[in-house]
């Protein structure tokens, strides 16, 4: 009987370790006859993973993206919350805000070294937003500051942040997410008057920009970003991100939002200005920390549905947090061949267009979450097994479904 317990355990292990083996690839990133982004660039797009600042000290990590990618975002490092330095905002001479830029210098300054682009995210996000920001004095225990004080230093900070880099590390950052989620998700987070649906409320709580600014807070960050990039002369396209991206409601709200924008500014000659370039669709796909949603063909309808529709409006369009979730171990070859399956259909979309609308693919779910995370923000954002690359960094066999499609 103990025997045939013993036996009964083992067979048990090898059958989970098969399972947890059937979608790990048996190559290396230097086994592939030529990198991914080469395949990516046929279709249109850049094609890329994130990066944090640890990443940076993984070899594993770092060489399956300077092998196989053309761009990257940081993670946090280009967000103004990561940036602004409170201390020297208060020294300021002239009162606008002042940056710490090291961590994110050094990101940035690996992507140059390595030819790998980066996308800026992001100039203007209400989320984590520093509070001492719209205070006198940049101190929160005195009052708000004018409207018009927040909007100079909005204007400062984001000339100020955009000529940082591109004087530092000239073209490395080729575009800009100016606003970040700024569309509300229900009726209770937006005015029910404003079509662009321009979020009041995140999570229960007043988003700062609308309330010590007002509504139009995203038309002036693109103001103030396109004239950051005349100025400069340079080759940067300004994009507005968010999630959900893919649905409809966010999809018609975000029309009215392009329209507002791009109607917001005259120039010399009395004509609009152009002030936004593209949408960022963030792409997680899938249930939110459940299996139910995950890996299904509407996924890729609506995604597809969404990038048409973007380009009717003559919008680029970046793919820019995608993952495609998986929580159940034993689907990692069903996840594979959705992968397959998504990126068929975006390697033929520009070709769909007739014009290269979709421009760049970044992946934000690139290695799967240990189930010991079971529950945290990042198990349920990325998902357990919905990687390209395991929590090792080894290759798996949903980056070789996107690989052999890109291929073709």
Known sequence: MKTFLAFLLCAVMLFQFSFAMADTSDRTADDYPVPLYTLAEKAGFKIGICLSPNQLGLSDYTSVLTRHFNTTTCTNETKAYSLLDQAASKRSSDGMPRMNYTVADRMVKWAMDHGIGVRGHVLTWDAYMTEWFFHEGYDVNKPIASRDVILTRMESYITQVVTHFETQFPGVIYCWDVVNEAIGDNASEYNAAD???IRTMRNGAPNPFYAYVGDDYVEYSFLYARNAVESLGADIKLFYNDYNMLYADKRGAAKYLVESI????AGDNGEYR???????????????????????NDLISNTRASILAYASMGMEVHITEMALRNYDESLGQEHAAFYGKMFEMLRGINEEIGWNCLTSVTIWGVNDVTPNAYNTYTWKLNSTFGGILTENNRIKTSFDAMYDVLAK
């Open 262 to 265: 791009n109607t917001f500014a």
């Open 195 to 197: 079509p662009r649906h």
């Open 274 to 296: 152009v002030l936004i370039d593209g949408i960022g669709m963030q792409g997680y796909m899938g249930g939110y920390g459940a299996q139910s949603g995950c890996l299904s």
